[in-house]
């Protein structure tokens, strides 16, 4: 089985927990898992979690900003005291090594603007997470960081989803990548603007 193979094996059946009666459980365990070692993100079971109970929206946003930061921890402490063992080897299964040595090297003076970056956007936090455990990134900004970060994320998708229900679900899926690299453009240009003025 190839990689594309397993990881289109795991997407699937991470959807079909999201119509499981535990779902909220399994939900947090993909969101756990995802911001340390898991190639898949909750956003796949998130979304239509939401979209068959729109009164929970902000329970299950709740549920999955918590599981990931909590999980974030233990991708710092795979970074912090596991690189060689098992986060160089896990960073080269999924093919972020060169990605992860690209970013290490920014960390000493952007690493609260990398965590919050890429805990909005498509990029794998799990590369974040454990760089910032390599690096020894102060915890208390990583904290802040990814919970800023993952919350807003989350609580945006639910409160897009809640309010305009199946057609912001399609928008979403098309074109989640470009609308998470602009939200993060707009609010650094924001706090540019802000410096400036």
């Given at each position: ?9 795991i997407y ?6 999201s119509a ?9 365990v993909?969101?756990f898992v995802?911001s340390?070692f898991?190639?898949?993100?909750p956003?796949?079971m998130l979304?239509p979690?939401i979209?068959?109970?729109p009164?929970?929206?902000w ?9 990931s930061?909590i ?5 710092y402490?795979?970074g ?6 098992i986060?160089e080897p ?18 000493s003076e952007?690493?609260?603007w990398?965590v ?5 956007t ?8 454990i760089a910032s455990?390599?690096v020894k990134l102060?915890l208390?900004v990583f904290t ?5 970060a993952?919350?807003?994320r989350?609580f ?6 809640k309010?305009?229900?199946e057609?912001?679900?399609i928008?979403?899926e098309?074109?989640l990548?470009w609308?998470?690299v602009?939200f ?6 924001g706090f540019l603007l802000?410096?400036?003025?």
């Amino acid at each position: 089985m190839s990689f594309n193979q397993l990881v289109r094996k795991i997407y699937d059946s991470v959807i079909h927990l999201s119509a499981n009666r535990h779902a909220l459980a399994w939900l947090f365990v993909i969101s756990f898992v995802e911001s340390s070692f898991f190639p898949i993100p909750p956003d796949i079971m998130l979304i239509p979690m939401i979209l068959a109970t729109p009164k929970q929206a902000w329970k299950i946003a709740g549920v999955c900003t918590i599981a990931s930061v909590i999980g974030a921890y233990l991708g710092y402490i795979i970074g912090f005291y596991f690189f060689e063992l098992i986060a160089e080897p896990l960073l080269q299964f999924y093919g972020y090594l060169d990605k992860f040595n690209e970013f290490k090297n920014l960390y000493s003076e952007y690493g609260a603007w990398i965590v919050f970056g890429a805990g909005i956007t498509p990029f794998p936090y799990k590369i974040i997470t454990i760089a910032s455990g390599v690096v020894k990134l102060n915890l208390v900004v990583f904290t802040i960081a990814s919970i800023i970060a993952r919350g807003l994320r989350f609580f945006v998708i639910a409160w897009l989803l809640k309010a305009y229900g199946e057609k912001m679900r399609i928008f979403i899926e098309k074109n989640l990548g470009w609308l998470s690299v602009l939200f993060l453009l707009l609010l650094i240009g924001g706090f540019l603007l802000i410096k400036v003025f």
